[in-house]
C-alpha cells in the first residue's frame, strides 16, 4: 500500500470494484512483468537506462575529436601544431558545452534526427566562431582559415552523423520491441486508453503501457476494447511498482480528483519515477507557450499563429516559387509520365475531381489518371458517398478513412507504378501555382465526404483554416489511405497549431523517405 496518507486513506471502506476482470488483470500484470525482466540487459541499460546519458556525450566528444584530429592531418600532426592552429584544440571541449547548453542531452520520448540538426549546427558552429575569437585573443592571430574551415565542417559531419546512428540504432531497437520502459498510465478513460493504444502500436517510442491506475475506470462500452489491463487503484502505486517495475507514469484524464493526484505524483517521483501529464485543454496547446506566474500560481500563455497572417503570407508565397521551379525541372518527368499513360490505356491523361480546400472553398484537384476508364470515375465516388450516406460503411474516428483503391482495383500497370510512387501527385503542382493548395497541409477531401465527417469527427472542421497541401503532417507518419480518420484529423490540427517554416521544411524532407515506403 501506498506510503502517503491522502491516498491510503481511502482504503479502509469497501474496496473500490473494477470495472474490467480483474483476475485476468492479474494475470497479464504478471505476465508484463516478466517482459520487463527479459528486458533488463547490456543492451536496455545502453539504449534506454544510465548507459543512454553517457552514450551520447560520449559519442559527441569521439566524434569532435576524431574531427579536429582528420582536420589537422593525423596524430602525427596534432604533436606539432602552429601556435596560431592550438586554439583549435579547444572545439570538442566547446561543442560539448554548447550540445549541453542547447538541451541537446536532455531525455525525450521520440526525438528524430531532423529535429536536432539546426540544433547541433548551431551549437558547432557557435564553437568554431569562439575558436576564432580565442586565438585572435590569445595571440593576436587566427588559426589558418584552411584547417579552421576543415576542422568546423568535419566537426559537423561527425557530430551530426554520430547523433543520426545513435538515434536509429535506438530506434531499431525499440521497434523490435528489444528494449523500452514500462509505463503506468492513471486515467482508464478514452484519453489514457488512446495513449495506450498509440503507445502499443508504436514501440519507437520507448515506452509500452503495463498497465492503467484508476478508482473508477470506464465501461468497455465507453472506450472499446483495449488490451492492456486496469491493474489497481491510486492507493496501490507502491505495491504496482514493486511487482511491474515501472519507470514512468503518464497522468492522463480520470475521475481521481487532484488533491489524491498531486501526492501520486509527488510520491512517484520519490520512487525515481518520471512522470508526464496531458494537460487540460490539449487540444489548445503548441510549441509557443509561454510561462509566466501570479505570486505562486503558475500562468501558461496561449500563442497561436493565425492562418490569414503575414507568416501565412510568407509561407504561400514560397509554395509558389518552389512548385514554379519544380515544375520545370520535372517537366521531363512529367512528360515522361503523361505518354505513358497516353500510350498504355485510353482515356484521358488527367484526373480532376472536386475537393475542398480552404475555408471550405471547392477547387479541382489534378492528378495523373492511374486507373482504367470502363465505369465513370466520378460515378464511382457517387456510389461511394452515397453508400456511405445509407450506412453501408461507417467512417467513425475508430474506422478507415477514405482512400487508396475503392471498390474494383481499376489501376493498369503504370497506374500501379506511378501511385506506388507519388508520380500521379506531381500535376498538383499547378494546384499550387494557382493558389488552390500548398506544398504542406492536410489532404483535402471530396465534398460529399466532407459533409458527413464535420458531424462525426470532433474538430474536422479545423483542418480547413488552411490551404490543403500535397503532402502534410498525417502522410510523413504513415497516414495514408484506408488510415483512421480520426488520427488523421488529430495529425493536421497538431500542424495547423505547431506550423512553422521549419515544420513544413522538415514535412518535405520526410516525404522524400516517406516514398520508400510506398505512397500509397
Given amino acids: 500500500m501506498s506510503s502517503f496518507p491522502e491516498i491510503s486513506k481511502q482504503t479502509t471502506t469497501t474496496p473500490i470494484p473494477l470495472q474490467r476482470e480483474l483476475r485476468a488483470s492479474e494475470v497479464a500484470l504478471d505476465h508484463r512483468a516478466q517482459l520487463v525482466r527479459r ?24 566524434a569532435a575529436v576524431a574531427a579536429g584530429v582528420i582536420a589537422l592531418g593525423g596524430p602525427d600532426a596534432t604533436a606539432h601544431l602552429a601556435d596560431y592552429d592550438k586554439p583549435l584544440l579547444a572545439l570538442p571541449a566547446l561543442v560539448m558545452v554548447l550540445l549541453y547548453t542547447r538541451g541537446l542531452y536532455r531525455s525525450h520520448l521520440r526525438t528524430l534526427f531532423l529535429d536536432t540538426v539546426v540544433p547541433v549546427a548551431a551549437a558547432v558552429s557557435i564553437a ?17 582559415q584552411g584547417t579552421w574551415l576543415r576542422d ?16 536509429l540504432g535506438q530506434r531499431w531497437a525499440r521497434a ?29 517510442y520507448g515506452l509500452w503501457p503495463a498497465g492503467f491506475l484508476d478508482d473508477e475506470p470506464r465501461s468497455l462500452e465507453e472506450i472499446g476494447e483495449c488490451a492492456v ?94 512548385a514554379a521551379i519544380l515544375l520545370i525541372l520535372l517537366a521531363p518527368v512529367m512528360a515522361s509520365v503523361a505518354l505513358a499513360v497516353r ?68 489501376r493498369t500497370p503504370i497506374g500501379r507504378f506511378i501511385r506506388s510512387t507519388a508520380l500521379d501527385e506531381l500535376p498538383q503542382l499547378f494546384n499550387v501555382l494557382r493558389g488552390e493548395m500548398s506544398l504542406v497541409g492536410p489532404r483535402p477531401e471530396r465534398p460529399e465526404f466532407v459533409e458527413l465527417f464535420r458531424e462525426e469527427i470532433a474538430r474536422y472542421g479545423g483542418r480547413h483554416r488552411v490551404k490543403s497541401g500535397i503532402t502534410g503532417w498525417a502522410q510523413v507518419h504513415g497516414l495514408r489511405g484506408k488510415t483512421s480518420l480520426a488520427e488523421r484529423v488529430e495529425w493536421d490540427n497538431y500542424y495547423i497549431a505547431h506550423w512553422s517554416i521549419g515544420l ?10 516517406a516514398l520508400f515506403h510506398g505512397a500509397e
Fill in 39 to 62: 528486458r533488463a540487459g547490456l543492451l536496455q541499460w545502453l539504449l534506454e537506462e544510465q548507459g543512454w546519458r553517457l552514450l551520447r556525450p560520449l559519442v559527441d566528444v569521439c
Fill in 128 to 144: 568554431a566562431m569562439l575558436v576564432l575569437a580565442l586565438g585572435l585573443f590569445a595571440d593576436d592571430h587566427s588559426p589558418g
Fill in 152 to 167: 568546423w565542417l568535419i566537426t559537423l559531419a561527425l557530430v551530426a552523423g554520430g547523433r543520426a546512428l545513435l538515434s
Fill in 176 to 204: 523490435r520491441r528489444m528494449v523500452g520502459r514500462p509505463v503506468l498510465i492513471l486515467g482508464a478513460g478514452i484519453v489514457g486508453t488512446q495513449i495506450a493504444k498509440r503507445l502499443e502500436a508504436h514501440p519507437e
Fill in 229 to 322: 489491463p486496469v491493474i489497481g487503484s491510486v492507493a496501490e502505486v507502491d505495491e504496482i511498482v514493486a511487482r511491474t517495475g515501472v519507470e514512468h507514469l503518464i497522468v492522463a484524464f480520470s475521475s481521481t480528483t487532484d488533491s489524491r493526484v498531486s501526492p501520486l505524483v509527488q510520491r512517484c517521483q520519490e520512487l525515481g519515477i518520471e512522470v508526464s501529464v496531458v494537460p487540460r485543454m490539449f487540444d489548445t496547446i503548441n510549441n509557443r507557450i509561454d510561462y509566466d506566474a501570479v505570486g505562486g500560481l503558475p500562468l501558461l500563455s496561449l500563442r497561436m499563429v493565425s492562418p490569414t497572417g503575414f507568416q501565412f503570407a510568407l509561407k504561400h508565397a514560397f509554395d509558389r516559387i518552389v
Fill in 343 to 410: 500510350l498504355t490505356s485510353r482515356g484521358p491523361i488527367l484526373f480532376r475531381q472536386r475537393r475542398v480546400g480552404r475555408d471550405g472553398k471547392l477547387f479541382d484537384l489534378y492528378k495523373f489518371r492511374s486507373m482504367r476508364v470502363s465505369e465513370p470515375v466520378a460515378e464511382g465516388a457517387g456510389k461511394a458517398a452515397e453508400g456511405t450516406r445509407k450506412g453501408s460503411l461507417s467512417w467513425r474516428g475508430r474506422d478507415m478513412a477514405p482512400g487508396g483503391i475503392e471498390g474494383v482495383d481499376r
Fill in 504 to 513: 513544413d521544411l522538415k514535412i518535405l524532407v520526410m516525404t522524400i523517405f
